[in-house]
């Protein structure tokens, strides 16, 4: 196992930019995911670290060997593609041998190995079925069992639980995570889906227009978002946005929102007046009629033990999950209160987060 | 309008079925009765033949078969009676007709050259199809669009067109009436069609197949040969077919570029004609030899071709 290191990858086809200057350090054991939406870079760098794409410019490091300009079966890395690619003209036995035929390894070893990993993903009745007849999950292990058995450098993996059933991803969500627990390996997926990332992650980079968003642990990501991208991709429903006006000094504790004064955390750098958002995650909306933060309720969504509810404020919709056993009418009017600790600025030209007392929190976290 | 009954969509009714096989059958019977007629005449006797009104009953008569394989002499019934007991069933048959074997006539070579032709060309057509095909579907290949129709627009104009510089071509280069000349010949008007099947087969495949490959361990090669190779089969299986059978057809150019040694079965057939009155029953028994390979081939190749030209078709 290794670590991989990007250093100012850059990745252009023609005119188009898809990957611009990322840089970025996954560490020996580390589960890592690239998360954006389609045609944000995400797999093109992917395919960049296996050698599938050369890159336009940059530097790709695994293991402390430069690698940017070898071939894909000179790194030492383990592929799993969306579709699996498993050969269809081979068994299961043959497919996950695959790799190891490639290095001459003695037939019985590779009897041997193959026998183990299959083992090791609960597939060994399977060995001698055709893989044209297998489920989904089956497949996926497959495609798995042939990544690991060579015991590679690292494992990259491009949406491989994009072409599985709602209840399937689920399951193997949770034993991808079970997998890399116990082998720790060094590990690169690629994913537009948040609850994939967030469930699975030890860091997480979002990325947007060939650009890293935010580099992070699901949490870091989640609670103290860097741009406005971030805050809006992830979580469901995403982070509100609230305009507000003027300008930020360094100290400052409260803004006004609608004519309302709201309490923020201490604001760590002077911003020049512009246009601002305030950021907030509609689980920390309450309602509280003492608020002169006000809205008239336009739609509830009922999921359980939360409801997703949308009050229609002077700027717009804005959505909150309060209890489900909260009793609310269309048209009712509300008071808005938000957990002041909770809150994050932007500055809406660039989308960037002010600095805040929360991004201390973080600090102190990390070296506590 | 009467709505009284409800006709499905998917199904055909018991009475579409019943016309849609009659006019199958019917028409596999405009089809097949040639060939059988064919199949036929090579079994009858030279006067059966020719027999007006047509026999549709008759004695079978290998005579055909023994007036391929042999090219014979007139003699006198004198000259006959002095000759020893008859050596094999051939030998007896062309005697009741006046006649002694003077040897094996040229159809077995010419046979043969056929093969040699047929089956090399193709070989070579699919070979170089696959690999280019391969390469227009996998690479950036400057002005690929143009270089595909490029290989294509050989084949806009009818190869016979080109018959009368190409015959001097051959004259000059020495590859007039060799096998390696219609090889050659064959593999060039084969190889566009080939190329042009095989890419929309290989475009097919995901390339994610030679990637797992490559990072697996394999050199390109290795990936095509491994993965590529397997997946392609049934379009390789079609695009051979339809190359042989091109081949294996072609009249106009083996006639005028072959003449001696190495002369497909084509053009010799009909010179048959000529060796002793009309010889229709050594014809038919030499097209009914003829026709063996290609039936051979396709039916050993069929459900391939027939997934093969299903293939393409239904997913695009």
Sequence with gaps: ?368 | MSLTTAHSVVAPSANAKLIAGTIIVAYALISIVPLLWIFATSFKTPPDSIAYPPKIVFQPSLEGYCNLFTTRTRQTPEYINSLGPATGFCDETVRKRNMVIAGPSNFMPRFVNSLIIAFGSTFCAVFLGTLSAYGFSRFKVPLADDLLFFILSTRMMPPIAVAIPIYLMYRELGLSDTALGMILLYTAVNVSLAVWLLKGFIDEIPREYEEAAMIDGYTRLQAFWRTVLPQATTGIAATAIFCLIFAWNEYAFAALLTSGTAQTAPPFIPTIIGEGGQDWPAVAAGTTIFLVPILVFTILLRKQLLRGITFGAVRK
């Design chain 1, 1 to 368: 196992m290794a670590e991989i290191r990007v250093e100012h990858l850059r990745k252009a086809f023609g005119d188009f930019v898809a990957v611009q200057d990322s840089s970025f350090v996954v560490e020996d054991g580390e589960f890592f995911v690239m998360l954006g939406p389609s045609g944000c870079g995400k797999t093109t760098t992917l395919r960049m670290i296996a050698g599938l794409e050369l890159p336009t410019g940059g530097k790709i490091v695994l293991g402390g060997e430069d690698v940017t300009m070898r071939r894909a079966r000179e790194r030492d890395i383990a592929f799993v593609f969306q579709l699996f690619a498993l050969y269809p003209h081979m068994n299961v036995r043959k497919n996950i041998g695959f790799p190891l035929l490639a290095q001459g390894m003695p037939s019985a070893e590779i009897r041997q190995r193959v026998e183990e990993t299959a083992k090791l993903l609960r597939i060994d009745h399977l060995l001698n079925k055709s893989v044209s007849g297998l489920a989904g999950g089956d497949r996926q292990r497959v495609a798995l069992g042939r990544a690991i058995v060579r015991r590679p450098k690292c494992f990259l993996m491009d949406e491989p639980l994009g072409t599985l059933d709602t209840e399937f991803r689920d399951l193997m969500v949770h034993e991808l995570r079970e997998l890399h627990n116990r082998i720790h390996a060094t590990t690169v997926y690629v994913t537009h889906d948040q609850m994939e990332a967030m469930s699975m992650a030890d860091k997480i980079a979002v990325m947007n227009h060939g650009v890293i968003e935010q580099f992070g642990t699901p949490r870091e990501i989640y609670d103290r978002p860097a741009t406005m991208f971030v805050a809006d991709f992830i979580g469901s429903p995403p982070m509100n946005f609230l305009g507000f006006g003027g300008g930020l000094a360094k100290g400052s504790k409260e803004i006004v929102v609608q004519g309302a004064k709201v309490a923020v955390p201490e604001v760590r750098e002077d911003i020049a007046p512009a246009e601002m958002a305030l950021g907030i995650r509609p689980e920390y909306i309450r309602f509280d009629d003492a608020s002169k933060l006000r809205g008239a309720i336009y739609g509830t969504e009922y999921l359980g033990t939360t409801q997703i509810v949308a009050v229609e404020t002077a700027d717009g919709i804005i959505k909150a999950r309060v209890p489900a056993e909260i009793r609310l009418n269309t048209g009712d009017h509300v008071g808005l209160a938000l957990s002041s600790a909770r809150l994050s600025l932007f500055d809406k030209g660039s989308g960037r987060a002010v600095r805040t007392a929360i991004h201390d929190a973080a600090v102190e976290a990390r070296h506590g």
